[in-house]
Each structure stands twice: as C-alpha cells, then as structure tokens.
C-alpha cells in the first residue's frame, strides 16, 4: 500500500486552518500545518511535502514571498503550489503567477473545487517524480555504461599488451580471469619447435647494432604471424634463437601437425627474407629442431618478472635438434615422426649422438609437405 500523499496547509487564521486541515485528512491525505510563513518554511524541509496550499495574505510574510522562497530552493523549485485569497482574483492571479504558483482558489473555500485542483496537481507532480526517477535511473545506467567501456577499454589495452607474450587465446583467458589454473605447474604432451639463426654471431661482430637489431625484427615479424596461424606459444627469445610450443597452455589436438607445418611454412617464407639479407651482404640462414613429448609448464620467475615456461626432456631434444641442423633443415626424431609420417616426406639423417642424451638419437630431415 502506498504512503498518502502530504499537504502542507498555510494560514494564520486557526478556523481556516483548522478547516482545511479536516476536509484534506477526511479524504486520506497527510496534511502538516503551519500559522504563518516563516514556519511554513522551516516545515517544507522537516514534513518534505507533497503540495502547498499557501493562504496570500500573513503578517510575517506572505504568500508570494513565502512562494518565491519555495521556488527559489532548486530542492523545492518543483512543488505545486495553490494560493488562497480572499483579494481581487484577477489581480491576485497576476502576482501568484510572478510569484511561481500552480493554482488558484478564492474565498471561502469551495470542497469539491478545493479538492479536485489538489488531486490534479498531485497527479502532475506524480508524473514529475516518475520523470525524475527515470532520469536518476537513466543517469546511474549510463555511470555503469561508461565504467563498463572503461573497464573494457582498458581489458583491450592489457589484451593487447598480453598478445605481445602470449598466443592470442591465453591472453584472453588471462585477461578474462580465466587462465588461472592454466598457468600453475601441470604435465602435458607439447610438441617443441626450436629455432635459430645460422650465422648471426659473425654477423653481430661486423654489423652495427642497429642493423642487428633490423634484421631481428624483420625475423621476429615473420615468425610472429606463423606462430599465430598455427596456435603456437612462444616461451622465450634466446638471442637469434626462439622456442614456440604447441597443445599448451591452449589445446591443439594436432599439436605435431601443427608444429610441422609452421616449420615448413617458416622455411619457405624465409627464403624470400634470407634472399634480401643476401643482397645486403648478410650470409644467414634458418636452422629448426622439433620435437614431441611430455613436459612440465608453468610460470616461473619472481614477482613482478615472470615466464611460461616448458621444462623436460623434450625442450632439450629439440634444441639439441636444431643445434646439428644446417641451415634450411628442419630436423625432427623418430616418434615426432610417427605423428606426422603420412603428413610430410622425409630423409634420414642417421643416429645421431646428441648432448645430454645417453643413446644415439635416430635423426631426420624434414622434406617438405606432401601435396594432399
């Protein structure tokens, strides 16, 4: 059930007074009384009313003056207003109009008059408080659109700065909140390529660097895009050299497919950007090493500085890998081989004895993709 609206009735006269005060709450209308216009002042703050009937003629201070005050207070400046008076309505009518006021009724008092202009005007500033409401409403939805664009603004801005370690899927799930288990140390199959610049120490030694530095971005750009295409993370730059795993911290079902192709698809595009070097007097080629297997990934580092890493046997595999590879070889061992055997044509190499590994490792060199 509704509250009943509240009157504030305004007169020095106690019979008149008295009279609206009865007629206002027989109808079931809260109604405050004030005898003259300085506490009709101090009660429009105290009672908070709803509508002011607002005799004209008072010995303190009248009813327009009482009314320009109401009018006045941007926290009263809307509420209805109906002056009595028992003077000449037509002039009277000109100064409440002056004054601010909404309505007006004459000496003595007609009730059913009396009555219907308080509901309408009551009605009109229903209305006024639905509006207002509304508005508050629309003004707070549009506070929390904003910080929501903020917010969102600046997700896309750590999105971004995030895709420039991680593959595009972690960086979402981070920024989300929803990498958090991801990122703790866990055990899964991965497929590693490793990568490396044949030739670049000598080429540091004679180029400035500033060229040095040209030249691997010119690299990076290029195995970036790939790195991309094919799901892959980068976990870490080792000067000319780059490592990039697959089915981690994203699942990639063919995570050997996927490294093979982009090791394919990396040598055939660098060729066009050794051929460039060439003719800048730069002899550097690409070597690559791949391998598939178990490892334990998670970050590691301290606060404020942290990696994705990938630790076991086979990172070391492939970097022993790529270590023999020459340049142009994408070199890979017998079980990341059978993953991928029906995928790409092959020639081996023979066992190979490689660093930290107690038995000869049989080798092979990636061909090329067969044609489907």
Request: glycine fraction near 8%; proline fraction near 5%; aromatic fraction near 6%.
């Amino acid at each position: 059930m509704s509250t009943p609206e509240k009157i504030l009735v305004v007169d020095d006269t106690p019979a008149n007074l008295r009279m609206l005060v009865d007629i206002l709450g027989a109808k079931g209308y809260q109604v405050a009384a004030a005898a003259g216009g300085r506490e009709a002042i101090d009660k429009l703050a105290s009672e908070k009313p709803d509508l002011v009937l607002l005799d004209v003629m008072m010995p303190d201070l009248n009813g327009y003056e009482v009314c320009r005050t109401i009018r006045s207070n941007p926290g009263t400046s809307m509420l209805p207003v109906v002056m009595i008076t028992a003077l000449d309505p037509a002039t009277e009518r000109v100064r409440g109009i002056e004054a601010g006021a909404d309505d007006f009724l004459s000496k003595p008092i007609n009730q059913p008059e009396l009555l219907a202009r308080v509901r309408s005007l009551l009605r009109i500033k229903e209305y006024h408080d639905t509006v207002q409401q509304q508005s508050a409403r629309l003004e707070e939805w549009t506070e929390k659109l904003e910080d929501r664009v903020r917010e969102q603004v600046a997700q896309l801005d750590r999105l971004g700065r995030l895709k420039g370690f991680f593959s595009p899927q972690l960086a979402e799930m981070i920024v989300s909140g929803g990498a958090e288990e991801l990122l703790k140390p866990h055990r899964r199959e991965i497929t590693v390529l490793y990568l490396d610049l044949r030739g670049f120490t000598a080429f540091t030694e004679s180029a400035e660097p500033e060229e040095v530095m040209r030249v691997l971005g010119e690299y990076h750009n290029l195995v970036g895009d790939l790195v991309t295409r094919h799901q892959g993370t980068i976990e870490r730059f080792v000067g000319d050299g780059m490592v990039v795993f697959f089915n981690d911290p994203i699942p990639v079902p063919d995570s050997a497919e996927q490294g093979v192709r982009m090791a394919v698809a990396l040598r055939e595009r660098f060729a066009a950007l050794r051929a460039q070097w060439k003719k800048r007097g730069y002899e550097l080629d690409l070597s690559s090493g791949i391998a598939h297997g178990f490892a334990t990934l998670g970050t590691i580092g301290f606060e404020g500085r942290r990696d994705y890493a990938a630790i076991g046997p086979v990172t070391n595999l492939a970097a022993r890998l790529c270590s023999e590879a020459k340049g142009g070889q994408i070199l890979t061992n017998r079980r990341t081989l059978s993953l991928v055997e029906r995928l790409v044509r092959t020639e081996p190499v023979g066992p190979l004895a490689l660093k930290g590994f107690a038995q000869p490792v049989e080798v092979f060199n990636v061909l090329r993709v067969r044609d489907p």
